[in-house]
Each structure stands twice: as structure tokens, then as C-alpha cells.
């Protein structure tokens, strides 16, 4: 299976990621989603601490564009919107 073009990292309790989720889910109607993998910071501290250190964020939701390294951490529709366009096209 191919990696996914955009990377999604979230933690379990998060109004802002859930409201992303929203974005993704509803406004957005799951167009992106099957090229998103949604990673949960409780799931794997480890693998957190790396990507945090190699993509220099401080909050959640936070989106990585796997091919250009390019980061945004927002949960508003307008700039997802924009950002996975230019990620996944």
C-alpha cells in the first residue's frame, strides 16, 4: 500500500481535532480522506516525539504534507481546505 500523501496528527481529547475531523468529514464530505492517515498522539508517544522534533509543531490538529514537509496546524475549514488541496490536489 502506498503512504498516504498527508499526514494527520491528533490526540484523543481535542476540541480543535475534532472540529478538523468535522471539516474533513462534513464540509469537506471525505473527499480527502482515504489519502490522510490520522495518527493519535496516545497511541504511540514515542513516534510523537519524533515527528514533533522533525516538523517543529507545538499544537493539534496538526497536517503534514508528506512530500514537501510543509505544516499546518489549524482546524479551520478554510485553511484545510487549501492546504490538502495543494497537498493531494
Do not use: W
Not at 503534514?64 to 482546524?75: E, F, I, N, P, Q
Amino acid at each position: 500500500m502506498a503512504e498516504k500523501k498527508v499526514l494527520m496528527i491528533t490526540k484523543t481529547v481535542c476540541p480543535y481535532c475534532d472540529r478538523a475531523k468535522m471539516v474533513l468529514n462534513h464540509a469537506l464530505e471525505g473527499k480527502y480522506n482515504d489519502q490522510i492517515e490520522l495518527f493519535v498522539r496516545e497511541d504511540d508517544e514515542g513516534r510523537f516525539n519524533q515527528l514533533k522534533e522533525k516538523y517543529q509543531f507545538l499544537t493539534v490538529p496538526t497536517f503534514v504534507d508528506r512530500a514537501t514537509g510543509k505544516v499546518l496546524s489549524d482546524s479551520k475549514e478554510e485553511t484545510i481546505t487549501a492546504f490538502l488541496k495543494e497537498a493531494i490536489g
